[in-house]
Nanobody, 128 residues
Framework: AVHLEESGGGSVQTGGSLKLSCAVS????????MAWFRQTPGKEREGVAA?????????YYADSVRGRFTISHDKTKNIVTLQMRFLKPEDSAMYYC????????????????????WGQGTQVTVSS
């Protein structure tokens, strides 16, 4: 199993920025799909972004965040980051880091049932 620990959440105003980090315990996560999800009370967990740890590190984004969020994977530090800019109140949620020993695919990267390992989450609140 891969242990994941998120950090970097907090409260910002609309238009602000936050950088979330996910520390990955496993030394070698090649051939893993690393992803960020978010969830608000009463709603399903939503895929936000994903990155392949293999090769060129293909990235995938939900339409709602494309152009504002950037996911990256620093393999030397074993950290997956989610840089969030131009935040909106609707971005407020608990954000979770997830991993799965598989390549990311466009039609599955946002499906939480495809991921085995999860962090505890970090709260992001965007006020208007």
């Amino acid at each position: 199993a891969v242990h994941l620990e998120e950090s970097g959440g907090g409260s910002v105003q609309t238009g602000g920025s936050l950088k979330l980090s996910c520390a990955v315990s496993k030394y070698d996560v090649n051939w893993y799909c690393m992803a960020w999800f978010r969830q608000t009370p009463g709603k399903e967990r939503e895929g936000v972004a994903a990155v392949d740890s293999h090769g060129d590190g293909d990235t995938y984004y939900a339409d709602s965040v494309r152009g504002r969020f950037t996911i990256s994977h620093d393999k030397t530090k074993n950290i997956v980051t989610l840089q969030m800019r131009f935040l909106k109140p609707e971005d407020s949620a608990m954000y979770y880091c997830a991993s799965e020993r598989a390549l990311c695919f466009r039609d599955t990267y946002s499906d939480p049932s495809k991921f085995t390992d999860w962090g505890q989450g970090t709260q992001v609140t965007v006020s208007s």
